[in-house]
């Protein structure tokens, strides 16, 4: 098991608040950090466990898209892999290919993103296709509350 931390880093933070300063009216039910006792007994093994993973809501409306999220994250260093909608993505496989992800749960609505140990105090920009953040909307992002421990979900 990987042992848990007491906070998310501070790079799986930047995720979340980036987001919601970029589109405030995003849909954030599927949000997670550090996972639930529930998260942990079926995924002992998860980088939501150390805080090196975060889940964002999919929302083709509002924002953040998650397909388009997934194809652009492939670029950014810090991505260890990238699971959504029953593919996953990672830097060591050769680049360009998705696989099929196998998992109990295929992530048709949130987007998983591993971070890299080495990036966790990373926290330049990770939607940079989504434009500028106004000094406004990340003073209204910072205040938001982190979501809940992560259900299986
Ligand atoms: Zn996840």
């Keep these: 098991m990987i042992p848990l931390a007491k906070k998310a880093s501070p790079a799986a933070i930047a995720v979340l608040r980036q987001a919601t300063a970029l589109r405030p009216k995003r849909k954030k039910a599927s949000d997670g950090l550090l996972p639930s006792a529930a998260h942990v007994k079926q995924n002992p093994n ?3 466990n150390s805080g090196f993973a975060v889940d964002i809501t999919h929302d083709s409306v509002n924002g953040v898209d998650c397909t388009i999220a997934f194809e652009k994250l492939k670029a950014d260093k810090r991505v260890k892999y990238l699971i959504f909608n029953g593919k996953i993505w990672s830097p ?62």
């Design 46 to 48: 998860s980088d939501h």
């Design 92 to 153: 060591d496989r050769g680049g360009e290919g998705n696989r099929d992800y196998t998992g109990p749960n295929k992530h048709h609505k949130h987007l998983h993103i591993s971070i890299k140990e080495t990036c966790g105090y990373d926290t330049s920009p990770w939607f940079p296709w989504l434009g500028e953040i106004t000094v406004v909307n990340k003073v209204k992002a910072a205040v938001r509350p982190l979501p809940k421990k992560k259900e299986i979900k």
